[in-house]
């Protein structure tokens, strides 16, 4: 296959046994759902930025030629159903790579919160690979491969190779990706329903208008406002075409919707398809602070409260 032309990122010559690297979830500050393509799926224009809740990715070369996926944390699949998995067996083909491999997974990342979880799962899965099997994959060839994977791997690809963490105007139906700057990283309160939200269910059952119309004004200005650091106004415009569905689909993210509200939170919002839900904090402070009232109601309404922070510092808000 056509490798691209972008940087190289392999290390040429030298020999690796062992890799971790840190998988981190995303949160969509704004997603528009632009129209339905020919092809069912929706042309997007979403803001996305990662956060400090991550899952870790180790990568261990094996003596025969086997993908072979173990799994600690939060229950997954580690067969074929496992983006991991499917991932590592593609670069495999497609590369000519005759070695195996054997990955761990530390699960942390809820499945189905509209958090990216398995599309970055499946992004670090391809950038370690590239660098344990010396592929010196360009950017752009990763970016291919993750698109196949699914419409954020790309996003998330871009992240690792920037050094884990970042932000991005995601479009087409996710996969064209520009890097953003926020003149620094958010803080945010994190609400994770208990039982997640299928992201196809999700688009199935938006009514999204079928003819493709140009990037809204607004989306300019949450842009604008996200690269000047507008905490207030970021809130403000944070925007999200699949929240309604979400929140038909899911009577937990309904339940932590109400919560929030009823906290008086400055902001509720979904991120992706749900089923998580999000406060954008100006300070660790703010988000701590807020974690530590809605805590109380975790039990009860069946979600779990974290505050997520930018350097590897998201925390249960049972340790605050
Ligand atoms: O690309 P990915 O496999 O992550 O997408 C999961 C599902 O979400 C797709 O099968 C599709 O139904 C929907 N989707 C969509 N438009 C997008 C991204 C995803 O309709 N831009």
Redesign the pocket.
């Known amino acids: 296959m056509d490798w691209g032309d972008g940087g190289w990122v392999g290390q040429e010559g030298c020999t690796i046994d062992e890799l971790k690297l840190t998988a981190p979830a995303k949160v969509n500050l704004a997603l528009y759902?632009l129209g339905?393509?020919p092809d069912?799926?929706?042309?997007?224009w979403t803001l996305m930025e990662t956060i400090s809740l991550a899952d870790e990715v180790t990568l261990s070369g094996a003596t025969d030629d086997a993908v072979r996926l173990t799994a600690t944390g939060r229950p997954v699949p580690t067969g074929e159903e496992n983006l991991i998995v499917r991932t590592a067996r593609l670069l495999r083909e497609r590369a000519g790579v005759s070695k195996g491999v054997d990955i761990h997974l530390d699960k942390v990342i809820p499945i189905g919160a509209g958090l990216g979880g398995?599309?970055s799962d499946a992004a670090a899965t391809l950038v370690g690979l590239g660098r344990l099997w010396n592929l010196g994959l360009t950017e752009n060839a990763l970016m291919t491969l993750g698109a196949e994977?699914?419409?954020?791997?790309p996003f998330f690809v871009v992240m690792q190779l920037r050094g884990g963490s970042g932000a991005a105007v995601c479009r087409?139906?996710?996969e064209q990706v520009e890097v953003v700057e926020a003149p620094s990283p958010h803080w945010y309160l994190l609400l994770l329903p208990k039982e997640g939200v299928?992201?196809?269910a999700?688009?199935?059952a938006l009514r999204a208008p079928t003819r493709l119309t140009t990037v809204p004004e607004k989306a300019k200005k949450t842009q604008e406002a996200y690269e000047r650091g507008d905490v207030d106004e970021l809130r403000q415009r944070c925007h999200n075409d699949l929240e309604r569905v979400a929140l038909s689909l899911s009577a937990g993210c309904r339940r932590a919707f109400e919560r929030m509200v009823a906290a008086g939170l400055p902001q509720a919002a979904v991120s992706g398809?749900g089923s998580a839900l999000f406060c954008l904090c100006g300070s660790r402070e703010e988000a701590e602070g807020y974690a530590g009232v809605l805590a109380q109601h975790q039990e009860t309404d069946g979600f779990e409260v974290v505050a997520s922070g930018p350097n590897g510092q998201a925390r249960p808000a049972a340790r605050l």
């Open positions: 759902v339905r393509r069912g799926y929706h042309k997007l398995g599309s994977v699914g419409s954020d791997v087409g139906r996710g299928s992201t196809a999700a688009y199935a398809s």
